[in-house]
């Protein structure tokens, strides 16, 4: 087939706009990017919209934003920062696959020569559908990728001391302002800038990325490496860890520690209660990047903070292959300015709100973990008290009664921020004997709800190692459309990995906790029917 054209993106990608590109990588075409063997080696993506948040995590969400709001200070004196990322009212807010479709046109970015120009030409939606490693003839797949690419062009971004561009001279400002990551998206037929018909799929993507793009700035991933980790947050964990492990192996440190809250901020995740609860959801991916030595060791240590821990990553031989292989071109790259850290609250007083006003609705909201508490804080510096307690009442009278608030934070923010007029009369109180009924109905709920765990532990019991992978499998079938040979390797790595045989890792992913010693279903069954005789649910949690 000839020299691979991702083989040439170090080539491609310079240190100045002036590197020289051949008229035979020019005429590369979008039929050229086939197979496995063509897909990147390298991935080099903006350096904002890696350290920041554009995608949201969370499967079928309904968010509306992701918001980081710290009032900061340094030696340059004190400060406020913003990254807030906002939805359309009638579009989806970018998730999973509207991150996987900008991973895929950024792979096209790495190919073109610089300076890259709008608009840009992607090709066909068959084609992006090839590079995302879907099925690029379903009429589904071809329609999924038009309304990923209508969210990502109605999303924009806010930003205050937090984007940072560069300059022709390579320095780095802050450029404060509200922008989208993609302008428009121009499909074919339609009119392209310039006046003509549009002959494949284009896009306009946005200025500030655009240049930063051009000039470098921009943190490499190894895309194979990318492509099998486990799951969202494994992802999104590597593509943080790409710019501070690389920035602490430039200062000669071998750990990395970061407080657990703010991973789950930059991720963004919603954050755990509980250690074993935020043990458990970075459980899959740490073991990956132990697995794969891209870390030796993570450490989980207590905070003076309640409900935060700092996690301490010793970072491993992978990722340190991964620096001094990309040494070159992140060198400013990684030039991460000193952290700025948040001030004592006695320094700004002024910014303080009454946290004495707070009811016991508000203060409840909080413990359960509805509404963080920095996010109260800072409603409060932008709203009332009065508001703000009828609002969390508001939020609670909801869940009491029974209907589903997918996004609690951001249904209080907007109730106060928009200043929703709440009832607080009698009429919608909840009395003592609603609410002791409503309690037995969730004991009831979540009864249920364990027996029914119960039998998905005792159905997984009594198959077989090539049954119990068999879904997992079907999922990367459908996923990436392997070669019999990668099908049969993949089934080898499933049979040695948890999904076959660990007993543990199967209660921990249904129950989110080893209940049982058993391991066949005659001791299962006789383990359950003597705590079932001793009340089963209750004697289990305690």
């Not at 990017?33 to 920041?52: C, P, Q, Y």
């Not at 949201?56 to 920062?81: C, F, N, P, Y």
């Not at 029914?452 to 019991?461: A, F, G």
Request: glycine share 4%; with cysteine.
């Amino acid at each position: 087939m000839g020299q691979n054209i991702f083989d040439t993106i170090d080539n491609l990608y310079p240190h100045t706009s002036n590197d020289p590109v051949t008229d035979q990588q020019k005429k590369k075409t979008e039929l050229q990017i086939n197979g496995d063997s063509d897909v990147a080696k390298s991935l080099r993506t903006e350096f904002n919209f890696l350290r920041f948040p554009f995608f949201d995590l969370a499967k079928d969400s309904k968010r509306e934003r992701i918001t980081i709001e710290e009032h900061l200070a340094s030696d340059q004196g004190t400060g406020h920062v913003l990254w807030k990322v906002t939805r359309d009212i009638d579009s989806k807010f970018p998730g999973d696959f509207e991150k996987r479709l900008h991973r895929a046109i950024e792979q096209v970015l790495n190919t073109l020569p610089k300076p890259v120009e709008n608009p840009i030409k992607l090709g066909s939606l068959r084609y992006l559908a090839q590079i995302m490693g879907i099925t690029p003839d379903s009429g589904k797949n071809r329609q999924d990728i038009q309304n990923g690419l209508n969210n990502l062009v109605k999303a924009s971004v806010e930003a205050k001391g937090t984007f940072q561009l560069k300059g022709v001279d390579a320095k780095k400002k802050f450029h404060n302002d509200t922008f989208h990551l993609y302008d428009r998206v121009i499909y074919t037929g339609e009119e392209l800038p310039d006046g003509k018909s549009a002959d494949a799929v284009y896009i306009v993507i946005g200025t500030w990325y655009l240049q930063n793009f051009n000039r470098g700035y921009s943190v490499p991933l190894d895309w194979h490496y990318y492509n099998q980790l486990p799951g969202t947050i494994a992802s999104r964990l590597y593509e943080m860890f790409c710019i501070y492990f690389f920035a602490s192996i430039k200062s000669g440190k071998d750990i990395f520690e970061i407080k657990y809250s703010r991973i789950c901020r930059y991720a963004p995740l919603v954050p755990q209660d509980q250690l074993w609860k935020a043990k458990k959801q970075f459980k899959r991916a740490h073991e990956y990047f132990l697995a794969t030595k891209f870390i030796t060791e993570v450490e989980w240590r207590d905070t003076q903070e309640n409900q935060d821990w700092k996690l301490v990553y010793h970072i491993g031989e992978r990722a340190r292959q991964s620096y001094e292989l990309n040494q070159k071109h992140i060198q400013d790259v990684v030039e991460i300015p000193p952290r700025r850290r948040a001030t004592q609250k006695q320094q700004f007083p002024a910014r303080q709100p009454e946290t004495k006003e707070l009811s016991v609705s508000t203060q409840k909201i909080i413990s359960d973990g509805l509404v963080a508490k920095d996010e109260v804080i800072s409603l409060l510096n932008r709203s009332t008290a009065t508001q703000i307690n009828a609002c969390a009442e508001a939020l609670l009278a909801r869940i009491n009664t029974g209907k589903i608030i997918d996004d609690p934070t951001g249904y209080f923010a907007a109730c106060v921020t928009k200043e929703w007029k709440v009832e607080t009369n009698s009429k919608t109180k909840v009395t003592n004997q609603e609410l002791e009924k409503q309690k037995q109905i969730k004991q009831e709920k979540s009864q249920k709800e364990f027996e029914n765990k119960i039998q998905v532990y005792r159905s997984w019991l009594g198959k077989s190692a090539e049954e119990r992978i068999q879904p997992q499998l079907d999922l990367y079938i459908k996923a990436h459309n392997p070669t019999q040979a990668q099908i049969q390797k993949k089934r080898t790595e499933y049979l040695n990995s948890p999904l076959a045989s660990d007993h543990e890792h199967k209660q921990n992913t249904i129950f989110g906790k080893v209940y049982f010693k058993a391991c066949t279903i005659e001791e299962f069954d006789a383990e359950i029917e003597e705590l079932r005789k001793k009340g089963l649910h209750s004697q289990i949690n305690t």
